[in-house]
């Protein structure tokens, strides 16, 4: 699949943004679906991650509680919703993908296919 990545823009401390991920193809039904980030200067980051049905999430520890990830296999998009952001919330987001049925992965590595990014810069 390819994928667009989009949502991104400026926000206050405590705002909140949605983030979207249209792919193209057949397939992205059968895809594991993440989002990643990074911030300048640092290492890729884990997000969340949902599997092909939707029924399976998992999240980085910084955003548990604040980032709801989710998928609509209808419309080929993988969503991101942030609430409550921090400045250190302030990166590049990347969704990605992976041909995969089972438990989505947490890793890097474990995706083949990226979007562009969106940046998302939070103001203290």
């Known amino acids: 699949v390819q994928l667009q990545a989009s949502g991104g823009g400026l926000v206050q401390t405590g705002d909140s943004l949605g983030l979207s991920c249209a792919a193209s193809?057949?397939?992205?039904?059968?895809?594991?679906m993440a989002w990643f980030r990074q911030a300048p200067g640092k290492e890729r980051e884990f997000v969340a991650a949902?599997?092909?049905?939707?029924?399976?999430?998992n999240y980085g520890d910084s955003m548990k509680g604040r980032f709801t990830i989710s998928r609509d296999n209808a419309k080929n998009t993988l969503y991101l919703q942030m609430n409550s952001l921090k400045p250190e919330d302030t990166a590049v987001y990347y969704c990605?993908?992976?041909?995969?049925?089972?438990?989505?992965?947490?890793?890097?590595?474990?995706?083949?296919?990226w979007g562009q990014g969106t940046l998302v810069t939070v103001s203290s």
């Open positions: 949902i599997d092909w049905s939707g029924s399976n999430t």
């Open positions: 990605a993908a992976e041909f995969y049925l089972g438990k989505p992965d947490t890793q890097v590595s474990g995706y083949s296919s």
């Open positions: 193809g057949r397939t992205f039904n059968r895809h594991a």
